[in-house]
RNA sequence: CGGGGCAUGGCGCAGUCUGGUAGCGCAUCUGCUUUGGGAGCAGAGGGUCGGCGGUUCGAAUCCGUCUGCCCCGACCA
């Protein structure tokens, strides 16, 4: 491709609504440009990364045996409501009417399509195990779109789905998947790791998400340093202490604290540690508000809090009325000493001694708090987010926090949807068998976003060699006042072109800088320099994306190495 | 949806408080010079100042209202 035809604009300065660093340089490099809020229009060079991205996927989901079709985007309403989902899903869901006011989705996932597919296509045992797939747009209305491509709310997902005889069929897919999932984030360079997760709205028991490791990742992901222990912090464990609590020291006191309303507050005025003191949050319940007691430097783990018996899922924390009404006092001096409801403790203040909290009375708290005497023996549970230095399950290592960008996520279903969709298969005995399905996501458009979180330098892009949009970017000096490197430039255009790779050509008539520091900026891997001072040599100027020097070669090394370091 | 902020040539911003002929940088176009790390000089084009309504002799500026966008919280590939 020549530069001159290529119809790329680069920017060198930001627009102001771009936060992080993938989403500022694919809008500096000419990949992406905004339409509206979350919604992007893939540039020439763009689309030829999300390509790259597509094929890695597609090559290995066809390897590990998986069948690509193509559904549609608009879904309707039907379908979902036999799932129960179209109440469900609420604003997220982008719902329309055609002109006949029949209701419709653009459809936010496959899961409904796909099972009404296979309940008309698959009739036979002897045709499972079969993994269907797509590579295709959907839509989300999310609440927050934001990072750029990273959550936008038109997307490009492949979504897989496999159905099976049984639950050890749909094992069996699964670990393919797993394995397929592992090879294809292997195969375009990126660092990852795989983790436990909560199955949310989706539904299904087992799932595990693949996460690229980046700081702007919006996921907190906890591992352990000595087992391979993973896990989204939504699902990672604690555990009741030993119960070898300190013995209580002090008497209960109540005491004035006039203008505290938060845990800060409480520490900057008894001068104590966070950690000594507990706070407790009102949230809905079946029947009533629920307490919740946590330490006051922990956080309120919601997948984990909405699960409790006679707490409201989803999640909803009691509105101030409420709070009054229950307790007699506002929130920022709640506390669990003759509290008259429902109490939840979580495992870690159940070790506490001598702690701090609410009086339930505005404007007082109660010091030198203990277990067994101001309140009955707990009985405690999960409920908070692990934090660094937690044990991890198993009863080995400690569990370390880092962020991650979720592009992945796999799922076993088990049969919610075959079951409301009537997706069944004849057994050997003839009898009707409702099938076991599994699920798989990965975000294509995100991979790009998260790449560079992963692959960048002040500079620009570094793209891994499979993601790259071209493998070299020729950049011949004073083109267009020397014949010498006019003649050697386009003679190696050619000649690399034959070789199958895929070569930009800045053939512009700009100044060198400004050649440099776009091959830079848009991150292709290999550069090769043609200059009259190089050629009276004999040589070109050779120098990688990641290389600190450039280097010189006679031109048959320099073509020799591109052509073996392209190879895929 | 709750809380905060912003809206002025394609992009980044000043001007708004204190009403009086719309400005700067980047980008674009023309010419000359320059040519190994985002060139210099000279010139040019491009904005009904987000929309609507109001106050005023006069509104980018004051008031009202609507819309869009961004940031912080609950969702997810």
Known sequence: M????????????????????????????????????????????????????????????????????????????ELWQKTGRWDQYGPLLLRMHDRHQREFCFGPTHEEVITDVASRELRSYKQLPVNYYQIQTKFRDEIRPRFGVM????????????????????????????????????????????????????????????????DSGEDAIAYCDSSDFA???????????????????????????????????????????????????IVEGDDGPVALVLRGDHELNAVKAQKLAGVASPLTMADDKTIREATGSAAGSLGPVDMD????????????????????????????????????????????????????????????????????HIFQLGTKYSEALGATVQDQDGKDRVMEMGCYGIGITRIVGAAIEQNHDDNGIIWPAPLAPFDVVLVPINMHRSDAVRDAAEALYGELTDAGLEVLFDDRDVRPGVKFADAELIGIPHRLVVSERGLGAGELEYRHRRDEESRNLKREEALKLLKESTIS
């Open 2 to 77: 020549r530069f001159s035809e290529f119809g790329l604009t680069t920017l060198k300065e930001v627009p102001a609504d771009a936060e992080i660093v993938s989403h500022k340089l694919m809008l500096r490099a000419g990949l992406i440009r905004r339409l509206a809020s979350g919604l992007f229009t893939w540039m020439p060079l763009g689309l030829r990364v999300l390509r790259k991205v597509e094929a890695v996927v597609r090559e290995e989901m066809n390897r590990a045996g998986a069948l690509e079709l193509l559904m549609p985007a608009v879904q309707p309403a």
């Open 231 to 281: 896990s989204n912090i939504e699902t990672a464990p604690t555990f009741p202490g030993d119960g070898k609590r300190a013995a209580a020291t002090k008497e209960l006191e109540k005491i004035a604290t006039p203008g505290v309303k938060t845990i800060a507050d409480l520490c900057g005025l008894l001068g104590i540690e966070a950690s000594q003191t507990i706070k407790t949050l």
């Open 151 to 214: 959550r936008s709310r038109e997307f490009i997902m492949k979504d897989a789905y496999s159905f099976d005889i049984d639950h050890d069929g749909l094992e069996v897919s699964y670990q393919k998947m797993h394995a397929a999932y592992s090879a294809i984030f292997e195969r375009l360079g990126l660092e990852f790791r795989i983790v436990w997760a909560d199955s949310g709205e989706i539904g299904g028991s087992k799932s595990q998400e693949f996460h690229v490791i980046a």
């Open 341 to 408: 409801l429902p109490v939840y403790i979580d495992h870690a203040v159940g070790q506490l001694a001598d702690f701090s909290c609410g009086a339930n009375e505005e404007g007082f708290h109660y010091t030198g708090v203990n277990f067994g005497r101001d309140l009955a023996e707990p009985e405690t549970v999960d409920l908070r987010n692990v934090v660094a230095g937690d044990p991890a399950p198993g009863g080995e290592g400690t569990l370390s926090i880092a962020r991650g960008i979720e592009v992945g």
